[in-house]
């Protein structure tokens, strides 16, 4: 708002020293005299306007003449309803001037310039002639206006506010709400407040269920921006709403920020035998799903391996150095579902659990075990050598008989059984048992079981024949443990001669 206090000022200008005018220098045509006076104080540093008039020292009489009128704004602001009026003296005749007058009569005449604009200068030039001699006493009467105002500025502040957050997020996940808010308006905004009672299903990391930042003030044009973490403790999809309001009583709402809550669920199965050998490499197989519908990120499966057991290799890439072996499986999508196999041993019998757990973030861990009885088999081989071939009939002939437990577990009640063949006679038998019976020795016969053999070693028995008649003949020995449903058989040929 403007407020205009109208001062009109009065100035006159006389052509003679009497007035108060000082001469100045010359300025155009050579001859002419200026006399200049400042309004209304004298002073140019403190008056609105510069009065300069500039005439000629002689003129001729009944000759024309011409003389000028200059006018500057010295104030600081606009000059209104300027008027000159001028009075050319007794027996002076305006012929012309420029610019040609508002209104001429006689000896007078009017200029009307409107507003004359800081800084502006404007002048009159008048060509008149003199009707009689002496001194010309002419003089011209300067009127104005100036405004004098205040400015007052009317304002008007306004209020936006824009959130906004990610378009999923999963249950527990903290995630950011951005809340902007906006002065388009002209003047600051004071006591601003953004507000909001949040859905149920999704609270603040405090776990309070409303929202409240003091903005304080807010200046016209500026923009601020301010995050809260929320969490959704609920699936679902949650629209968030909030509302800005100032101390002034501006009030703007938020459109609808949509939250979309998800959960990863996470399954894992576990596959292994029931019973397994010793020292061989066991497959252990683990499924993970996600059975969730969002995506269960960083998923990982760990196995802590049991007292005893031994990691042999793994299907996948896993991390076996020192602790728990791991699997990093990166992001598992709503639905998908991923094969690992692990390869194990155990050296000593045992019956063992391989726990598996599978985690994600934000995601309930699940976990899945399965049972193996690791057990050791008794495997025995058998070897029959004579220690000497041909043999003359006659001569005896030493059959060693070697049994090695080539398994991982004892072989119990070993029994060695041999059979001799005609012209064959036994002659004697030891080892590691004694023969069984104390009778004449017979062409088949037995040797006491050995109570038990263990894994790596080797029993002995010798058996002594001796040569009764020329031929080809066949050693025969076998043997049987308790956990063997078959004997195991080996022949060695001798070559007797007469």
Avoid at 225 to 246: C, I, N, P
Avoid at 259 to 267: D, N, Y
Avoid at 380 to 397: F, T
Avoid at 418 to 439: F, H, K, N, V
Wanted: glycine letters at 10%; charged letters at 20%; one cysteine or more.
């Amino acid at each position: 708002m403007r407020i205009q206090l109208p001062l009109l000022l009065v100035a006159f200008v006389a052509a003679c020293a009497a007035t108060g005018g000082k001469p100045v220098a010359q300025k155009g045509a050579p001859g002419m005299t200026w006399i200049a006076q400042a309004l209304p104080t004298g002073k140019t540093s403190t008056s609105a306007i510069l009065v300069e008039r500039g005439t000629p020292e002689k003129v001729p009489l009944g000759k024309p003449y011409e003389y000028e009128i200059r006018l500057t704004n010295l104030a600081d602001h606009e000059l209104s309803d300027v008027v000159v009026d001028e009075n050319l003296g007794d027996a002076v005749t305006l012929n012309h001037a420029e610019p040609a007058p508002a209104a001429a009569a006689g000896k007078s005449a009017r200029w009307d310039f409107g507003t004359l604009a800081k800084g502006q200068t404007v002048s009159i030039r008048v060509n008149a002639t003199p009707g009689a001699t002496g001194a010309l006493a002419s003089r011209c009467e300067v009127r104005y206006r100036a405004l004098i105002g205040g400015m007052v500025m009317v304002v008007e502040p306004k209020l936006s506010i824009e959130s906004a957050v990610p378009a999923q997020s999963l249950v527990d996940e903290p995630v950011g709400v951005r809340f902007t808010v906006t002065n388009p308006g002209t003047g600051d905004a004071n006591g601003v407040v953004i507000s909001g009672e949040l859905p149920q299903g999704v609270t603040t990391i405090d776990g309070e269920s409303a929202v409240k930042i003091d903005v304080g003030s807010l200046p016209a044009g500026a923009t601020r921006e301010f995050t809260v973490q929320v969490k959704g403790t609920q699936t679902g999809a949650h629209a968030l709403k909030a509302v800005a309001t100032s101390g002034d009583g501006l009030t703007a709402e938020a459109g609808e920020a949509k939250l979309e809550v998800r959960r990863a669920q996470l399954e894992v199965q576990a596959q292994a035998p029931a019973d397994w050998l010793l020292d061989r490499p066991l497959a252990w197989t683990l499924k993970v799903k996600n059975a969730g519908d969002g995506d269960a990120r960083n998923a990982k499966v760990d196995v802590t391996l049991p007292e005893g057991v031994t990691y042999v290799g793994a299907s996948e890439t896993v991390q076996a150095t020192g602790g728990p072996l791991r699997w990093d499986l990166g992001t598992l999508a709503a639905g998908q579902e991923r094969t690992l196999e692990l390869k194990v041993s155990a050296s000593q019998p045992s019956e063992v659990e391989l726990a598996a757990k599978a985690s994600a973030d934000f995601a309930e861990a699940a976990t899945a075990t399965a049972k193996t009885r690791f057990q050791g088999v008794a495997a025995l081989s058998l070897e029959v050598v004579d220690n000497e071939d041909p043999i003359a009939v006659g001569g005896e002939v030493s059959y060693t008989i070697l049994v090695r437990n080539q398994g991982s577990a004892p072989a119990r009640n070993v029994r060695v059984e041999c059979a001799l063949e005609e012209g064959m006679a036994l002659a004697g038998a030891d080892g590691a048992t004694t023969r069984e019976g104390s009778g004449e020795p017979a062409k088949t016969f037995a040797f006491v079981s050995l109570d038990s053999l263990a894994p790596g070693q080797t029993a002995t028995w010798s058996v002594k024949v001796k040569a009764e008649k020329a031929g080809d003949v066949r050693f025969r020995a076998s043997v049987t443990s308790g956990e063997m449903e078959r004997p195991v058989g080996e022949t060695e040929a001798t070559k007797f001669y007469q």
